[in-house]
């Protein structure tokens, strides 16, 4: 089993920035590839940024590049999410997911029902 736990959501202005963790327990989480996804009220939960394991690739909607950048400390077991120039936009619960040990392509990595674990949430809220 697999256990991930979001931190680091809140209240910001527009133009400011915020930095996402998300805290794995498992084993071998250095080959894990990791996502992170929002879902606004109203809207359907969509694809963020994602992280393989296999060759370390990354994967960004592309509204969100260059303002978004994923990483991971598998040190740590914990991936996250900095997010610069932040708009209310933006305003959403922010999670992540997790696929341990799988082949991962771009196209799987963005489809919120390849992943297999999901953490609770964070909250984030970009006021105008």
Known sequence: QVQLVE???????AGGSLRLSCAASGRAFSTYAMGWFRQAPGKEREFVAGHSWGGGSTYYTDSMKGRFTISRDNAKN??????????????AVYYCAAKPAAPTTGQAITNQNWYTYWGQGTQVTVSS
Do not use: A, F, I, R
């Open 78 to 91: 914990t991936v996250y999410l900095q997010m610069n120039s932040l708009k209310p936009e933006d305003t």
């Open 7 to 13: 931190s680091g959501g809140g209240l910001v202005q």
